[in-house]
């Protein structure tokens, strides 16, 4: 791989503002080195590494609690499809998970997902298909108790087609957004991930009948050129929903 620095001063210190180009390569292709590109001049990338997080995802989270504060101290918190780890490197010490804040509340997080992911001091983590018959008995038995903040950064592997993209991520986060109403104390949080589209009139209609306030944003270190934000459900009103019936034809417009 050829990598061409170019740039120039802009801090008057000698720092100096580079872009990394690079040069296509034989057997790889174009679309896959537009985002190595991105990736090696993705501002979030580079400080994610420099302050230890295991991907640019946790800014996502940074933001999205400092609007609207669910990750405190005491709080029991969920991470579904937590690969690889850096939205719970933001809610450990946010909710005090280590119990190193003295006089403030001690806070657990969980963290399930498909695959192994490698540990991270203050939390517990398990292999699971939260979809899978009886998930929620198992979250709740790991978690001991009830949560107060279900989240999820989850997407479906892309397949290269829009449309389709966007109809497997509405799925996943209404597959969510179901465990979560089976798992969430009352008063808890629902935070995941979806696309902008017009797919999302269900779940809309769905967040709002268990939730009091149903929020969306799009946190500034999400890429300008991507279609995703993220919805926040706060004051979980308690109680399971039934499943929708498929001829069901919900007036609800899109998130947004």
């Keep these: 791989m050829a990598k061409k620095p170019t740039g120039k001063n802009t ?4 720092q100096r503002d580079l872009t990394v180009k690079v040069k296509t390569a034989r057997g790889r292709k174009l679309s896959s080195t ?3 590109q991105r990736q090696l001049n993705d501002p979030y990338v580079a400080r994610a590494r420099a302050e230890g997080y295991r991907g640019r995802a946790a800014f996502k989270i940074m933001e999205l609690d400092d609007k609207f504060r669910f990750l405190v101290p005491g709080a029991r918190v969920v991470d579904l499809g937590c690969a690889p780890g850096g939205w719970i490197q933001v809610a450990v010490p946010r909710i005090n998970a280590l119990g190193e804040k003295k006089g403030k ?3 657990t997080i969980l963290g399930v997902d498909l695959q192994e992911v490698d540990p991270i001091p203050g939390a517990e983590i398990h292999v699971l298909d939260f979809m899978a018959d009886g998930a929620d008995d198992q979250v709740k038995t790991w978690l001991g108790g009830e949560a107060d ?3 999820s950064d989850m997407a479906a592997s892309s397949s290269g087609h829009k449309q389709t993209d966007h109809l497997r991520i509405i799925a996943l986060c209404e597959a969510a957004a179901y465990l979560s109403f089976d798992v969430l104390a009352p008063g808890g949080t629902f935070v995941a991930k979806v696309l902008a589209g ?4 269900d779940l809309q209609q769905l967040l709002k009948q268990k939730f009091t306030k ?3 944003m799009k946190p500034p270190s999400s890429r300008s050129d991507s279609s995703e934000k993220f919805v926040v459900a706060t004051g979980f009103r308690g109680g399971r929903v039934a499943e929708p019936e498929e001829d069901e034809d919900p ?3 899109p998130l947004g």
Aim: proline share 0%.
């Design 251 to 253: 007036e609800a417009g």
């Design 198 to 201: 017009g797919a999302e009139g």
């Design 11 to 14: 801090s008057g210190r000698g």
């Design 149 to 151: 903040v279900v989240m």
């Design 214 to 216: 149903v929020h969306h």
């Design 34 to 36: 537009r985002w190595l």
């Design 105 to 107: 509340a001690v806070g």
